[in-house]
C-alpha cells in the first residue's frame, strides 16, 4: 500500500458526459502527478500540482482539468468524454517535488467511456 | 525532449534465470533514470532510482540497474528469477532541470516466468 488513495475504482460512462477522479496524496506529500495509461499511448504524465499550485504539463487535453484543494487533494475533471478517453489514470504523491523525489503511486481509477 | 525505449515488450526466462530488461533512454541533460514494476490491477512500484550518484543502483526484490551513459542505457537485471516476478515493468526519466516534472516512461515489459 503505497498510502495514495484514488476514488472511485471503476467509473463506467458515456460519451459527452463530464467526471471527475479524486486522489488523496500521502499523508506530508505536497506533490500530486496525474498519468494516463491506456493500450495505445502507454503511460503519459498529464499534469502536476505542488501546493496547491499547477508546477508542470505534459499531454493534458484541453477537455481535462485539475486541481489541488487547501488540504491538498487533488481532483482530475474528464469532460466531453470519448471513447479514446477509457484507460486507467493513475495520481501518484512526492514529498515536494525535487525531480529525484520519489513519486508514490495510487491503485488507479479505470474510466470505461461507452 | 526526452524518451525512453525499452527493447522488448515481452521477456521470458525460466525460473532462476538471469532476467535482464532493456533500457535506452535520450536526454538533452543528465537523466534521473527509474524503473518501477506494476502487478496486475495494480498501481506502480518503485524498484529503484538513478539520481548522479552511484552508476549501480540497487534496489528492491533482488533487482539492480546499472547506468551506463556512453551506452545511454539504464538495464535491469535480477540474478535468478522468481515466479513472483512476473510483472509490468516500466523505465522512466525525468530532467534535472529545477523544480519537478512529470515522468516519462517507456512502453514497458511484460516479465514471463517459466516454471
Known amino acids: 500500500d503505497s498510502g495514495v488513495t484514488q476514488t472511485p475504482k471503476h467509473l463506467i460512462t458515456a460519451t459527452g458526459q463530464r467526471v471527475t477522479l479524486r486522489c488523496s496524496p500521502r499523508?506530508?506529500?505536497?506533490?500530486v502527478y496525474w498519468y494516463q495509461q491506456s493500450l495505445d499511448q502507454g503511460l503519459q504524465f498529464l499534469i502536476q500540482?505542488?501546493?496547491?499550485?499547477?508546477?508542470a504539463k505534459g499531454n493534458i487535453l484541453e477537455r481535462f482539468s485539475a486541481q489541488q484543494f487547501p488540504d491538498l487533494h487533488s481532483e482530475l475533471n474528464l469532460s466531453s468524454l470519448e471513447l479514446g478517453d477509457s484507460a486507467l489514470y493513475f495520481c501518484a504523491s512526492s514529498v515536494d517535488g525535487p525531480v529525484t523525489d520519489t513519486q508514490y503511486f495510487g491503485p488507479g481509477t479505470r474510466l470505461t467511456v461507452l | 525532449a526526452q524518451s525512453v525505449t525499452q527493447l522488448g515488450s515481452h521477456v521470458s526466462v525460466s525460473e532462476g534465470a538471469l532476467v535482464l530488461l532493456r533500457c535506452n533512454y535520450s536526454?538533452?541533460?543528465?537523466?534521473?533514470l527509474f524503473w518501477y514494476v506494476q502487478y496486475p490491477n495494480q498501481g506502480l512500484q518503485l524498484l529503484l532510482k538513478y539520481t548522479s550518484a552511484a552508476t549501480l543502483v540497487k534496489g528492491i526484490n533482488g533487482f539492480e540497474a546499472e547506468f551506463k551513459k556512453s551506452e545511454t542505457s539504464f538495464h535491469l537485471t535480477k540474478p535468478s528469477a522468481h515466479m513472483s516476478d512476473a510483472a509490468e515493468y516500466f523505465c522512466?526519466?525525468?530532467?534535472?532541470?529545477?523544480?519537478?516534472?512529470?515522468?516519462?516512461f517507456g512502453k514497458g515489459t511484460h516479465l514471463i516466468i517459466q516454471p
Open positions: 522512466a526519466v525525468s530532467s534535472s532541470g529545477g523544480g519537478a516534472d512529470g515522468l516519462t
Open positions: 536526454s538533452s541533460v543528465p537523466p534521473y
Open positions: 499523508s506530508g506529500d505536497l506533490s
Open positions: 500540482y505542488y501546493n496547491g499550485e499547477e508546477r
